[in-house]
């Protein structure tokens, strides 16, 4: 038994945490666009970490179900209605076989994710159900969804219905400071362009997308056209030959010619990931320490977050 999608709307993927360890043979990670969303999903319906969920892009999304469980969207305040009545986002929601559930278009952010109790029971490939629709690999088929695609899940009669409070759910804007970890490359930037790209505020271009987010603003000048390609981690901040940045994103490829700047902070890129075209994006330097700091502090408050409970 399964949920069935009626209509998947702009892009709708199926994640879990990422595919890792698996660079050597090309493939890239995947995995939710915004962690903290993703996360917050899983442990408000009480699911084991990285269970498997729906990330759906801006919305406009429409499901049934076939099999009694529990369900929960977090992330872009996307309009929530089951059967036709409008419910919280942030919420666990016990759903009846036979149930709608309808997602509006994002109103703040674009990225929400849909899980269901115990996650979707999807076949992993090369260790993760991860989609990533560039490679073909995971998901079903490793595609988006489409419309009359099921999703299996197993029939969960009790779950606690927790809700995260107002104050404690992120709040999405249309513009984000990106905390930069310089790299290696930096020093084939002079201090002039370096200034340049830590003072100015860039535009998020219509060309962005899972692998990166290209930005539009003043051009970035770096004294070497290109090098070898070397691997790219996570939040890689590339400059090509016209000056723009690209901050590398989930479904980057592995490998990469172009000089970097620096790494965005894995934080800040989920919040990047939140913005749309037209939004602004400003850079700030940050050293290694103060990174590790602010990662384990998130952490730290992730943890001390408070669930609270109402009845169904």
Known sequence: MSLEVIAPGALALLQDRGRFGMHRIGLTNGGPLDPEAFNACNRLLGNRSGCTAIEISFGGSHFRATLDTFFCV?????????????????????????????????????????????????????????????????????????????????????RRCFYLPPEQQPRYQDRATLRVIPGYQQAHFSRLQQRRFFSHAFTVSERCDRMGYRLEGPAIACDIDGILSEGICFGA??????????????????IGGYPKIGAVLSLDAARLAQLRPGDTVHFAPINQHAAHNALHLAHAMSGRSRLLERSP
């Not at 149930?99 to 260790?127: H, K, M, N, Q």
């Not at 995971?138 to 197993?154: E, S, T």
């Not at 090509?240 to 592995?254: K, Y």
């Open 237 to 254: 901040v590339q400059i090509p030959a016209d000056g723009q940045p690209i901050v590398l994103l989930n479904d980057r490829q592995t």
């Open 74 to 158: 977090t992330g872009a305040g996307m309009p929530l209605a089951v059967n036709g009545v409008e419910k919280p986002l942030w919420a666990v929601h016990p759903l009846a076989a036979g149930d709608t559930i309808a997602l509006g278009f994002a109103e703040r952010g674009c990225r929400s994710y849909l899980g269901v109790a115990d996650g979707f029971d999807i076949e992993p490939t090369f260790g993760s159900t991860a989609t990533v629709v560039r490679e073909s690999i995971g998901g079903l088929g490793g595609d988006k969804l489409q419309a009359g695609d099921l999703l299996p899940f197993k029939k969960v009669s009790e």
